[in-house]
């Protein structure tokens, strides 16, 4: 069946969220609350899917990468030395007559306002975007602490503890998932620019005459790790952050951008940081950092290349690239082709006929066979199509159907989603074919 090119927009990816139970507002029936989203049964899963699949291939696969789990809240020297507090800052603009507030360098101060119309800009000044908490039962300036506005800094922090505990030798990364907060001055596009984050960040250490090659070669392992998972090369873009507009830590920043329905955007930035976080930290605190080499007897300042993504803006991408309508004889089908390493939901399980209950008996052990190591849904009601169709629209790459035939020889067929083939199959051996078939490698099917 042909597949139209694939049309989708953000209004279209929204409102399937929200049906399907992929995403939600924050505190919907409040009116909401800006920059802020909640992730649905299905949303869960899927980023789930996304931080174990990242997880395994960086820390499990690989024997130079280890991982860390560290706190929100840190100590607030931890943000001076690094420079968040005075750096982390975006230029803020307010127009004096509807006290609106804008990023600076997103919109244009040479015209009119574009909510109130009128010219009245206030001088640009530096907002912090980091948020500010009190720790303790007094709310003074001496108890200010700060959520993280990134992970990594704890990696930096931790650096030689684990190390030590881990006995690395460079070169040897370490890899973090975890929620990040940041003030932003414009939230927007639904789930790309947020206030409260998750990010999937590497720091990999190396010695700095070894950082040039090392940032080559984990440029190309990120880029290939989205293309492994379904993003289509052509979406994708490299945008190399020119001398004096790069972040304060970096030598050099090369996003990996995509092209989403309102512009090409930074998906995953890669940075050279260089020595700058432990030698501020060792600075700072007063320890040695350093990394001893017991081979050449010498101490080393590691330099550390930083691939950074967003489990939100990532799972945003991984929805917009799944997202296909079809046509077929009833009008449209939705499909969302995801990988099936990241698809929510595995397999469903579908009875051809509700009413007779030597099937619904059989299709329910089906059911128990499948459960436990993967989410796998039981759905009765309605056509037999129309069930497919509902499997389709949220990913699930199989359903196995428990037909008459499945009660004289205990076979079952098992559909495709993409390819929509059935193939009969012993129902005694369906879980270990489900497993199967999710562990073959996956090819986009256009
Ligand atoms: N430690 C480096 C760092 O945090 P960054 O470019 O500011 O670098 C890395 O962020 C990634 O985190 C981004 O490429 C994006 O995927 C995600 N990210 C950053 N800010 C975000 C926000 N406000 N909302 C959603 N994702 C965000």
């Not at 206030?122 to 948020?131: E, L, V």
């Amino acid at each position: 069946m042909a597949t139209l090119p694939a049309p989708v927009t953000m209004d279209k990816l929204v409102s399937l969220c929200k049906r399907r139970g992929f995403v939600f507002q924050s505190s919907e029936i409040y009116g909401g609350f800006n920059g802020v989203w909640d992730h649905g049964p299905l949303g869960a899963e899927l980023r789930n899917n996304i931080k174990r699949a990242w997880w395994e291939d960086y820390v499990y696969k690989r024997t130079d990468i280890v991982g860390l789990d560290s706190a929100i809240l840190a100590n607030p020297a931890v943000w001076k030395a690094s420079g968040h507090l005075e750096n982390f800052t975006d230029p803020l603009v307010e127009c004096r007559n509807c006290h609106n507030r804008f990023r600076a360098d997103q919109i244009d101060l040479t015209r009119n306002c574009t909510v109130c119309g009128k010219f009245d800009w206030t001088d640009i000044k530096q907002f912090n975007t980091m948020f500010k908490t009190f720790v303790g039962p007094v709310e003074e300036d001496a108890s200010v602490a700060y959520l993280r506005p990134e992970t990594c800094q704890a990696i930096f922090v931790n650096f030689r503890l684990v190390q030590g505990a881990m006995r690395k030798k460079l070169p040897f990364g370490i890899a973090q998932i975890g929620k990040a907060f940041r003030n932003e001055i414009t939230t927007g596009n639904f789930i790309f620019r947020l206030r409260e984050l998750e990010q999937m960040e590497l720091e990999y250490f190396v010695r700095p005459d070894q950082a040039d090659a090392a940032f080559e070669e984990l440029l190309g392992i990120n880029v290939e790790w989205l293309v492994n998972h379904g993003v289509r090369r052509s979406k994708l873009d490299l945008y190399e952050h020119p001398d004096g507009a790069r972040a304060h830590y970096s030598r050099r920043t090369v996003d990996i951008m995509y092209d989403f329905p309102f512009g090409k955007s930074e998906l995953q930035g890669v940075a050279n940081r260089g020595d700058f976080d432990l030698t501020q930290h060792a600075k700072a605190s007063g320890r040695d950092l350093d990394y001893f080499d017991d081979e050449t007897n010498e101490k080393v300042t590691p330099y550390v290349i930083e691939p950074s993504i967003g489990v939100d803006r990532s799972s945003l991408v991984f929805m917009l690239e799944a997202y296909y309508e079809e046509a077929d004889k009833e009008g449209v089908r939705t499909v969302m082709r995801f990988h099936p390493r990241l698809a929510p939901v595995k397999a469903a399980v579908l009875p051809l006929v509700k009413k007779d209950a030597a099937l619904v008996a059989l299709s329910h052990e089906v059911f128990a066979s499948l459960r436990g190591e993967m989410l796998v849904l039981y759905d009765e009601s309605g056509a037999v199509g129309r069930r497919y169709r509902r499997q389709d629209e949220i990913g699930t790459p199989y359903c196995i159907t428990v037909d008459s035939q499945s009660l004289e020889d205990r076979t079952v067929t098992i559909r495709d989603r993409d390819t929509m083939e059935q193939v009969r199959f012993p129902m005694e051996g369906v879980r270990d074919e489900i497993n199967r078939r999710l562990r073959l490698p996956w090819i986009r099917p256009d």
